[in-house]
């Protein structure tokens, strides 16, 4: 038998070579990056609408924007649509992941890690969204209102503005992956709700430093990062007890017919 016949019948039969292994790895890579490169090249199109949209929430608040680079809003455009890319085509890359990984998941981790990914990008989507219904306009508004009373006028650089805008919703989305993360964790055994509980207080005092860390150098943005983390944290330890006893049943009888 010919060395593609030995390759071919592994294939029917479910396994596969090393080789194998690695040129579908390669495929799947080169698969990603093109959509990649596709997804950005499709949000630099749409970025100057992009960036009006940005800017136009900023004017409600009589923010002024200038650009005090030649190169400046290209930069802009250029952040926008790689960030952009790389959102429209992370289903695309999680997919991918996913049909490389499948093969040797049980059924039932194919379900967790599908729900995984479901709501975690819900939970993604819905701190961008907080961020740009309620964080931001805050934001914007309390850092306006520091100047009404003075002669400094705003000319705010569009660059900064739009780093900013981002870096909130970066920031923000992650922040709501929180309770998907601690479900996993407590899947894997690595997090017990128990411990959440007792290091309540510690946890707190760590958000507000973590919230210090990657937000703005301001007070408003760490309380409107830190609240919702605090929120999120007790989410999480609702949601790591339901799963403790959902799964701890089904773990202690399958332990005895595995010994």
């Known amino acids: 038998m010919s060395r593609r016949d030995q390759t071919d019948a592994a294939a029917s039969g479910g396994e596969m070579s090393l080789t194998d292994h690695l040129k579908e790895l390669r495929n799947r890579v080169a698969v990603c990056v093109v959509f990649l490169v596709v997804a950005i090249l499709v949000c630099l199109y749409f970025s100057p609408q992009l960036v009006e949209l940005f800017t136009d929430l900023g004017k409600e608040y009589d923010y002024q924007f200038v650009y005090i680079a030649p190169q400046e809003l290209l930069t802009v455009q250029l952040s926008i649509a790689a ?50 219904k309620i964080a931001v306009p805050f934001m914007l508004y309390f850092f306006m209102d520091l100047s009404v009373g003075t002669d400094i006028a705003s000319a705010v650089s569009v660059q900064n503005y739009v780093n900013f805008l981002l870096t909130v919703f970066v920031v923000f989305g992650a922040v709501f992956e929180l309770p998907v993360l601690s479900v996993l964790l407590t899947r894997l055994g690595l997090l017990r709700p128990q411990w959440l509980v007792k290091s309540r207080k510690v946890l707190f005092v760590l958000i507000f430093l ?30 790591c007890r339901i799963c403790e006893k959902l799964w701890r049943p089904r773990e202690e009888t399958t332990a005895p017919e595995n010994g």
């Open 83 to 132: 960030i952009g890319g790389l959102v429209l085509s992370a289903p695309v890359i999680v997919y991918h992941i996913y049909a490389f990984c499948a093969p040797g998941l049980k059924r039932t981790e194919r379900l967790f890690f599908l729900l995984a990914v479901v709501f975690g990008t819900l939970c993604f989507c819905v701190g961008v969204l907080f961020a740009y």
């Open 210 to 239: 973590l919230a210090a860390i990657i937000t703005p150098p301001d007070v408003i943005s760490q309380i409107m990062v830190a609240v919702p983390m605090m929120a999120l944290l007790e989410l999480s330890i609702f949601l």
